[in-house]
């Protein structure tokens, strides 16, 4: 099985696209100990050929010209003029940044896309994603804990993790932590080897825990580094957890919340442009490095 990371950051992308913070400001200086990133996606392939894109970012449509492996390849047997190895679409959550790739993906392209039926409604009643010809586009609703197949050989099961509604649906007093259909996670397997992808998630639960121990890999949301980071910068309000996103240090940090458990691989993905592990060698990214996490680049692959 092979992972592919297209956007390693979170909304907004690194570096945002106004924004002077301590880290976005070695991009605009050129420090050569950041690069420039795209919004949260990654790609799945059991085959190396066909793929499930998981999560479309508002920057698909330059992450896929930078990514050989997704261009249009004609089949043999089709003169096909419309023609993808993105067989599949699947979203974790109804966020901007997971949401609004789908608008690129509107050229008259045949693909089933997945998500909880919460998520799935939220997007059909929005008329915008009507561009999304429901001739071509098919809505596949999935529950929690039901295994299904997006693409032959590559098995998915989504699960409930703890988030929160999309930031554009919020009301009023906003329930955070919530299990719902709102924010799931993946898991994803194919010849014998197992990966997650949690890029939203509000804390960590024993029953997540449990889930993950034995995987192959783990793609975790590396959103913050503490809590109060984007207030720190001097750049917002929010605390990562009012954002549904659990801090990687500090109480009940994920960066210790999966010790003890046989993973594979832990990487940090959906990482805010606030965040000092995105500069190399800094000691925000030394101390992930040295408790056993690394982070994603865009352009990564994983083959497990
Ligand atoms: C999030 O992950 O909290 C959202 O992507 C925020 C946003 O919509 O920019
Ligand atoms: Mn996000
Ligand atoms: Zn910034």
Known sequence: MRLFVLGSAAGGGYPQWNCLCDVCRLYWAGDGRVNARGQSSIAASADGRNWLLLNASPDLRGQILAAPRLAPAAKAEADDRRATPIGAVLVTNGDVDHIAGLLTLREKQRF????????????????????????????????????FEPLPGLEAEIFSVPGKVPLFMETGEVAIGEEGEMTVGVRLSAHGRTAFYIPGCAHVPETLKARLDGADALLFDGTVFVDDEMKRAGVGEKTGRRMGHIPITGEGGSLTAFDGLTIGQKAYIHINNTNPILIAGSPERRAVEAAGWTVTNDGMEIAL
């Open 112 to 147: 089933p896309l997945y998500g909880t039926a919460g998520v799935l409604a939220m997007i059909a009643d929005n008329p915008v994603f009507s561009v999304l010809d429901p001739g071509f586009v098919e809505q596949r609703p999935v529950t929690v804990g039901t295994r």
